[in-house]
């Protein structure tokens, strides 16, 4: 069983603020999937990374997979209290059709 | 949001009085999932389906059943509700890119 851990688990910041949040894993996904979840209502797909070292970019933030695909890493620039919420990370194993997800980062934005 | 709808959207019981959950997709998607979420342990999957009446276990399956008799609908039954199975339940299908999961808006459940 993999062993994913996401940090910090909650964080608590002024608008305006930069952040960075973490998903680090034992093992080698073939992808790793961000979701946003606000309160009250299901987790939405971010974003999906596929190869090591890839960097994506949405808006202010900016998605990391790492050069051995073992773990992630999410930056905000900037954040804005629209950006309140949880962040999952999701990885895939190839041909896997059983998710896993981190137990998230709970972020609030302040205004 | 792909068209996954959950009901009802809450709901208080009983301990000890059955529960059924339903999810309902209208696009035709193989897959379906159920989790449940509570504060400190994430998105913890319950059961899943792979097609109709193809359904298997996840993590944290003791308690409850599935079924699957047709594509769009998934259901979720709680034969005998016990407190513990507070929490809120999400639906959630599989995407076209066999990546991508798409979540209902998720019920939630009080057991008294």
């Known amino acids: 069983t993999q062993l994913l851990e996401q940090s910090p688990q909650f964080l608590s910041i002024q608008e305006g603020e930069n952040l960075t949040v973490y998903c680090n894993s034992s093992s080698v996904f073939s992808s790793l999937q961000w979701y946003r979840q606000e309160p009250g209502e299901g987790p939405v797909l971010l974003v999906t990374?596929?190869?090591?070292?890839e960097v994506k970019k949405l808006k202010r933030l900016t998605f990391q997979f790492g050069d051995a695909r073992k773990d992630s890493s999410l930056h905000i620039t900037a954040a804005q209290p629209g950006d309140t919420g949880l962040y999952l990370c999701?990885?895939?194993?190839?041909?896997?059709?059983?998710?896993?997800f981190g137990r998230g980062t709970s972020l609030i934005v302040h205004p | 949001d792909a068209g996954i709808t959950q009901s009802p959207r809450h709901k208080v019981t009983e301990t000890g009085t059955p529960v059924t959950l339903r999810c309902h997709q209208t696009?035709?998607?193989?897959?379906m999932y159920w989790y449940r979420q509570d504060p400190g342990h994430g998105l913890r999957l319950i059961h899943y389906?792979?097609?109709?009446?193809?359904?298997d276990k996840g993590e944290v399956s003791d308690g409850y059943s599935v079924s699957r008799s047709k594509t769009e609908d998934f259901l979720l039954t709680l034969e005998s509700a016990t407190s513990s199975q507070t929490s809120v339940y999400f639906c959630a299908i599989k995407g076209t890119d066999q990546e991508t999961q798409y979540f209902g808006p998720g019920t939630r459940l009080l057991v008294l």
């Open positions: 990374v596929v190869t090591g070292g």
């Open positions: 999701a990885p895939s194993e190839g041909g896997s059709y059983i998710p896993t």
């Open positions: 389906s792979y097609g109709v009446k193809d359904t």
């Open positions: 696009e035709n998607h193989r897959y």
